[in-house]
C-alpha cells in the first residue's frame, strides 16, 4: 500500500498547455505539501494545506493552483506551462506542521514541458 | 536571508566512513532534518535533532551544534545502497523548512 501516490509519474507536454497531478495519502496526516525540485535539486515549498487552510508561498506564479476535492487528497494544477516548469514535483504529507513534523514525499512526477 | 551550505558531492568507499557537513543560517530553528534520496526516487527521512548532541541510529548519526549552526551526518560501514544525494533542511521560527541543495554521495567498491 503506496502511503503518498502521485499521478502520472511522468508527463510531457507542449508549452502553454494546462495539466495537473493528483495526490493522495493513506497515512491519516493532516498536512499536505507541493513541493518543485529543479535540475540543481532544490527543495521548494509551494503549497501547504492543513484544516482548510491553504498557505501559499509567495514566489510561486498564479498560473499554479492547489486543490482538495477530498480529505488526504492534494491535486496541483499548472495552467500556461512554461518551459522553466520542467522539474520533478513532489507531494508530501506530515502529521501536525511543528516541530518534528517527518514528511513523507510521493514517487514525485517529472514533468517535461517541450 | 535563510541559507543551508552542504557539499555538492563527496566519494568514499565501502566499508568506510563518512561525514557529510551541513551549516545553517534561519531566522529561528526549529530543527534539522537529514533526507536520503536515491536517483529518481523520493527523499525519506533519515533524522531530526533539535538538542545539541548525536543522535544515533543504526550506521547513521547526526550531530547538531546550534550555537554553530552545523551539523553533520555520519555514516559508518558503508554500502553499495548508501549512493545517494542526502539533504539538509533547517526548520524556521515559522516551522518552515529550509532546504539545501543536497550532497550527493558516491560509494567505490
Known amino acids: 500500500d503506496t502511503a503518498v501516490s502521485q499521478t502520472p509519474k511522468y508527463l510531457v507536454t507542449q508549452m502553454g498547455n494546462d495539466k495537473s497531478i493528483k495526490c493522495e495519502q493513506n497515512?491519516?496526516?493532516?498536512?499536505m505539501y507541493w513541493y518543485k525540485q529543479d535540475s540543481k535539486k532544490f527543495l521548494k515549498i509551494m503549497f501547504s494545506y492543513n484544516n482548510k487552510e491553504l498557505i501559499i508561498n509567495e514566489t510561486v506564479p498564479n498560473r499554479f493552483s492547489p486543490t482538495s476535492p477530498a480529505k488526504a487528497h492534494f491535486n496541483l494544477h499548472i495552467k500556461s506551462l512554461e518551459l522553466g516548469d520542467s522539474a520533478v514535483y513532489f507531494c508530501a504529507s506530515s502529521q501536525g506542521t511543528g516541530g518534528a513534523n517527518v514528511l513523507t514525499f510521493g514517487a514525485g512526477s517529472r514533468l517535461t514541458v517541450l | 536571508g535563510q541559507n543551508i551550505d552542504q557539499p555538492t558531492e563527496m566519494t568514499a568507499t565501502e566499508g568506510a566512513i563518512v561525514q557529510i557537513n551541513c551549516t545553517y543560517q534561519?531566522?529561528?530553528?526549529?530543527?534539522l532534518f537529514w533526507y536520503q534520496q536515491h536517483a529518481g526516487e523520493a527523499p525519506t527521512f533519515l533524522s531530526y535533532?533539535?538538542l545539541d548532541g548525536l543522535e544515533e541510529k543504526g550506521r547513521f548519526s547526526s550531530f547538531l551544534s546550534r550555537s554553530k549552526g552545523y551539523s553533520y551526518l555520519l555514516l559508518k560501514e558503508l554500502q553499495m545502497k548508501d549512493s545517494a544525494s542526502y539533504l539538509c533542511?533547517?526548520?524556521?521560527?515559522?516551522?518552515?523548512?529550509?532546504w539545501g541543495a543536497g550532497t550527493k554521495l558516491i560509494i567505490k567498491p
Open positions: 534561519t531566522s529561528g530553528f526549529n530543527g
Open positions: 535533532n533539535v
Open positions: 533542511a533547517a526548520m524556521d521560527s515559522n516551522y518552515q523548512l529550509i
Open positions: 497515512l491519516g496526516h493532516d498536512t
